[in-house]
């Protein structure tokens, strides 16, 4: 087993509860909202790298940080706090320790994200998107009710692209604002629980309330290149991570067992040469595969497991063609976590009870994931 550590309990954590983790763009650290401010801790080696204090009435709901720089986007976590309240953004300048801008709007954020190039509000039916070299608005979308702040914005050089949900249940907006094209896909037949986006912005993740199927989509067309099942019964998705080579997506859902999958995108990159593609456009082609209720045999090295009926897919129903996670681990406490691939096939988790965990799993024969590493590094929220 790996490295434990437990964050000490000294008097300058007294009354001091977590709120809101989020990772940056590349995964390196992430940040911790608190009842008096935000910290950032780096992964590896694991430390916290600093914090910013604003006092008892400093409570910051929601934080974002931009890449590894001192730019920060900040929300309070009430709406009756008159510093921060949860209805304004604030752009934080950490390293001259001041306000760059602030944003009011009507209703609390849900969420924030921020890259290079532009930095993105989350409301409750609106989305707003903000170019950082003049700090004015430059997108705005409407949205069917999105209050768990769902959204994805790239964050490659040479590539911008913006997802969230559309105006009707299930759908999935994409714009790719480089190209100024805009692309509408038919990702579920349920309201949409979770997303999330490749690093250059080519592959979409998404699951439904449900949380039983998870599908990939190429934004660039809207087809389905890829579906993976998480299990038979309904769960909350949590979180989804795409590795940064696209070779694996993890999934954590309240369930308390972290799956992560093997994907085939450049196999279907290569069968797209061969004309062997879907039609393209917003509807699920038939790489998506649909559940199974019998039991399951693990493939070729490196890949899931699928129905031991998977053979006769195209005569029996899609679900006896699933594909099932490659590798697996249970935590040990019930909590929600959101997750990013480290380096050397290792995913990492952060969760509200102020837990650090980071797993090694097998890329050749998968199966049970092994602990590396574990911090405590502050205690939650007694409301969460």
């Known amino acids: 087993m790996g490295q434990v550590e437990e964050a000490s309990s000294g008097s300058d954590d007294d009354g001091v509860e977590l709120l809101s983790v989020s990772w940056n763009q590349d995964n390196s650290c992430f940040i911790a909202a608190t009842t008096n401010g935000f910290r950032v801790f780096s992964c590896k080696p694991f430390h916290e790298t600093m914090r910013r204090t604003f006092g008892p009435n400093g409570g910051i709901g929601i934080a974002e940080m931009l890449f590894r720089t001192s730019i920060f986007g900040l929300a309070g976590a009430e709406s009756s706090n008159t510093e921060f309240p949860s209805t304004m953004l604030q752009l934080w300048d950490d390293y001259n320790e001041r306000r760059i801008h602030k944003y009011n709007f009507t209703s609390k954020i849900r969420a924030v994200r921020l890259s290079k190039d532009y930095f993105v509000v989350v409301l409750e039916k609106t989305i707003n998107v903000y170019r950082f070299r003049d700090l004015r608005l430059f997108y705005q979308a409407r949205t069917v009710s999105n209050p768990n702040g769902l959204c994805c ?100 859902s309240d369930k308390g067992t ?64 699933s594909e099932w996670s490659f590798a697996q681990f249970r935590l040990p406490e019930v909590t929600r976590y959101i997750m990013a691939f480290g380096d050397q096939d290792t995913v990492m988790m952060i969760g509200l009870d102020g837990s650090f965990y980071r797993y090694s799993f097998d890329p050749v024969n998968g199966g049970e994931m092994i602990l590396k590493e574990y911090h405590l590094f502050l205690k939650a929220s007694k409301s969460l």
């Open 258 to 321: 972290v799956h992560v999958f093997s994907l085939r995108v450049k196999d279907a990159e290569e069968d797209a040469k061969q004309g062997e593609s879907a039609t393209a456009g917003a509807q699920v082609n038939d790489n998506c595969n649909y559940g199974s209720t019998v039991p399951v045999t693990q493939t070729k090295a490196g890949s899931n497991t699928s129905s031991s009926l998977s053979f006769m897919k195209g005569i029996l129903p899609k679900y006896f063609s």
């Open 153 to 252: 914005l790239s964050h490659h050089a040479n590539a911008s692209v913006f997802a969230c949900p559309g105006t009707s249940k299930g759908q999935v907006l994409v714009e790719h604002f480089g190209f100024k094209e805009t692309r509408l896909i038919a990702a579920h037949d349920s309201h949409l629980s979770c997303m999330t986006m490749a690093l250059d912005g080519t592959l979409l993740a998404t699951a439904s309330v449900r949380g039983t199927l998870i599908r990939i989509f190429n934004t660039r067309d809207g087809t389905c290149v890829q579906e993976v099942r998480r299990g038979l019964d309904r769960a909350e998705i949590y979180s989804i991570a795409l590795s940064p080579n696209v070779q694996w997506l993890a999934v954590s």
